[in-house]
T-cell receptor
Framework: DQQVKQNSPSLSVQEGRISILNCDYT??????FLWYKKYPAEGPTFLIS?????DKNEDGRFTVFLNKSAKHLSLHIVPSQPGDSAVYFC???????????FGAGTTVTVRA | NAGVTQTPKFQVLKTGQSMTLQCAQD?????MYWYRQDPGMGLRLIYY???????DKGEVPNGYNVSRLNKREFSLRLESAAPSQTSVYFC??????????FGPGTRLTVL
């Protein structure tokens, strides 16, 4: 039973516009959340994270929002660039736990 | 500084054959992990090693064994490969319970 769900398998966005990726989780013990980006034939690379004591974390063009009551987080990419075309995975873990639970991923395509 | 390296990059096995996937990291990380990625499933944890000398099962350990050879190396063994083990395998490492750094993956096909 997947504890982290990304319900949109794909997203297409025009260059320069905002990309919004969504992630829902079911385990109320999760307190640390991460986004990874993956290009074809490469391993995932860490993008941004947020702990449950915050509701927003920003790093350049990337912002993650956490809504604990709704068990929902989102990743905003502004502005979207062609190099952002990739698969994005949401992941979560309970406190002091080595095990990350991953969502199925969302494929983002940025159109010129 | 190569990060996390994995060998081989590609492998084709026949059902029943055995093989070992190798992983090494040069970041002096304590923890190492093996995942498999299947279409529509995301990454699922097979085994992990919180520190040198320890290993623990993840979400999908059946059919696999692991060895934490030293702090740098963590291998994954398939004793008798099955078609259901066709997947892309990723090794990762982390300094503690924090973001994990992934290798480039091994694409395994079992016929």
């Amino acid at each position: 039973d997947q504890q982290v769900k990304q319900n949109s398998p794909s997203l297409s966005v025009q260059e320069g516009r905002i990309s919004i990726l969504n992630c829902d989780y079911t385990n109320s013990m999760f307190d640390y959340f991460l986004w990874y980006k993956k290009y074809p034939a490469e391993g995932p690379t860490f993008l941004i994270s947020i702990s449950s004591i915050k509701d927003k974390n920003e790093d350049g063009r990337f912002t993650v929002f956490l809504n604990k009551s709704a068990k929902h987080l989102s990743l905003h990419i502004v502005p979207s660039q062609p190099g952002d075309s990739a698969v994005y995975f949401c992941a979560a873990s309970p406190p002091d736990d080595y095990k990350l639970s991953f969502g199925a991923g969302t494929t983002v395509t940025v159109r010129a | 500084n190569a990060g996390v390296t994995q060998t081989p990059k590609f492998q084709v096995l026949k059902t029943g054959q055995s093989m070992t996937l190798q992983c090494a990291q040069d970041m002096n990380h304590n923890s190492m992990y093996w995942y498999r990625q299947d279409p529509g499933m995301g990454l699922r944890l097979i085994y992990y090693s919180a520190s040198e000398g320890t290993t623990d099962k993840g979400e999908v350990p059946n059919g696999y064994n692991v060895s934490r050879l030293n702090k740098r190396e963590f291998s994954l063994r398939l004793e008798s490969a099955a078609p259901s083990q066709t997947s892309v395998y990723f090794c990762a490492s982390s300094p503690t319970v924090s973001e994990q750094f992934f290798g480039p993956g091994t694409r395994l096909t079992v016929l």
